[in-house]
Structure formats: structure tokens, C-alpha cells
Nanobody, 130 residues
Framework: EVQLVESGGGLVQAGGSLRLSCAAS????????IGWFRQAPGKEREGVSC????????YYADSVKDRFTISRDNASGTVYLRMDSLNPEDTADYYC???????????????????????WGQGTHVTVSS
């Protein structure tokens, strides 16, 4: 059974940090790019970051660039999202998702399209207070 399980969400003050984890199982983790998405109330799901399965190439939304860092540990099947300098606009449900292969990532911006991902976790909530 394919599973993606997010953890690490919670309440943090503006300017603070959190580290989200995404634990994967039930598929060949090394073959999949992993993305992080978020969805705030009343808004569409948006791509936050992505990391490839091969060389660890990373992608970030402009809104989080230089504040968030994605990384992966293929040995444990886990992807992390380190979030620094959080602000209230970062409040959302955060989801990780998996997509097979790497060739599709060559199309600019494609990494941030939810439709490109095959598997999804249930999400973890992040609240940033002002």
C-alpha cells in the first residue's frame, strides 16, 4: 500500500521555524520526485517546493525561495521541508506528493502542478501567528 505521511506541523509565531517531514512507503522511493504543496482556506492548492529523485535538483515557489529548504533521505524514504522566517501568509495545510520519473520536470513550472503527482499524503496543518 502506497503511503505518504506528513508530520511536523503546528503553531508557530511569525519569524519562527518548522520542519515538516514526509515519510513514504509502498513504492520505490528512489524513482519518484517529491513535492510539497499547501492549501489555505478558500485558496487553490499551490506548489511550494519539489526535489528530484536522481540528482536532488530542487524547485521553489517565489514566495518561499530563500526561506524554505527541501531535502530528501533516500535511505529512510523521507523528504523534509525546513521552513524559516515564517509569516502568517504561510498558514495552510501542507501536503507532500510523489511523481514518477524526472523527465517531466524539464518543462518549466510543471513541478508545481498538482495534476502531475500520482500519490498524496493527508496533510499537516501549519498556523503562523502574528
Amino acid at each position: 500500500e502506497v503511503q505518504l505521511v506528513e508530520s511536523g506541523g503546528g503553531l508557530v509565531q511569525a519569524g519562527g521555524s518548522l520542519r515538516l517531514s514526509c515519510a513514504a512507503s509502498g513504492f520505490t522511493f528512489d524513482d519518484y520526485a517529491i513535492g510539497w504543496f499547501r492549501q489555505a482556506p478558500g485558496k487553490e492548492r499551490e506548489g511550494v517546493s519539489c526535489i528530484t529523485s536522481t540528482d536532488g535538483t530542487t524547485y521553489y515557489a517565489d514566495s518561499v525561495k530563500d526561506r524554505f529548504t527541501i531535502s530528501r533521505d533516500n535511505a529512510s524514504g523521507t523528504v523534509y521541508l525546513r521552513m524559516d522566517s515564517l509569516n502568517p501568509e504561510d498558514t495552510a495545510d501542507y501536503y507532500c506528493a510523489a511523481s514518477y520519473g524526472v523527465g517531466w520536470l524539464q518543462t518549466p513550472g510543471r513541478w508545481s502542478a498538482p495534476s502531475e503527482y500520482d500519490y498524496w499524503g493527508q496533510g499537516t496543518h501549519v498556523t503562523v501567528s502574528s
